[in-house]
């Protein structure tokens, strides 16, 4: 008995000038940007703070050290080494 009517009230579909987004969802929308655009900022900072800490031999290397696995150490003496010479700089 019931199944008729649920499947009669099921296909009606509201017309199309009922149907609006809303300020709630205008709102919600603002509001995860706001947060994404908060967290992006907040993971750079984070990760200055890190590099910062691993320049300062924090995590156990010293800080005048170059660390042949750390590829910034690698392109900064690649880079001393062929200063204005106009070659390539070979790649890791």
Sequence with gaps: MSLPLLTTLAN?????EDVTAG???AVVLGSLLLAVVFLGFSLVKQLRKAQAAEDAGVYGNAPDE????????ADSANNANNADNGEPHPTT
């Design 66 to 73: 170059a660390d042949p696995n750390n590829a910034n150490d």
């Design 23 to 25: 300020w709630i969802a």
């Design 12 to 16: 009606q579909a509201p017309e199309a």
